[in-house]
């Protein structure tokens, strides 16, 4: 069964950066395209960062110029680092597949205070 451990998230203050780290148990890591979600309180799930290869990424226009996905295939790992937070990145992020997502790790909460 594959797993997702998301971590790096915590309590900072606007302006912060933080750096989230998603290690898969995944047998062929690098056929697939990752993503990085988030979800508020009282919002749907959505993706704010993608990968498919080591270099191609896409952005949400609110997320572009501040974060920045990237991913080590070796490791099985893929990282979210977070520049210039604001409070509207309050969220708890998830990564997973980008299409036919494997079930939901527990994510890790962001919280960025004013």
């Known amino acids: 069964q594959v797993q997702l451990a998301e971590s790096g998230g915590g309590l900072v203050q606007a302006g912060d950066s933080l750096r989230l780290s998603c290690a898969a148990s995944l047998r062929v890591f690098s056929r697939y395209a990752m993503g990085w979600y988030r979800q508020a309180p009282g919002k749907q799930r959505e993706l704010v960062a993608s990968?498919?290869?080591?270099?191609?990424?896409n952005y949400v226009d609110s997320v572009k110029g501040r974060f920045t996905i990237s991913r080590d295939n070796a490791k099985n790992t893929v990282y979210l680092q977070m520049d210039s937070l604001k409070p509207e990145d309050t969220a708890v992020y998830y990564c997973?597949?980008?299409?036919?997502?494997?079930?939901w790790g527990q994510g890790t909460q962001v919280t960025v205070s004013s």
């Open positions: 990968i498919i290869s080591g270099t191609t990424a």
């Open positions: 997973n597949r980008v299409t036919n997502p494997f079930p």
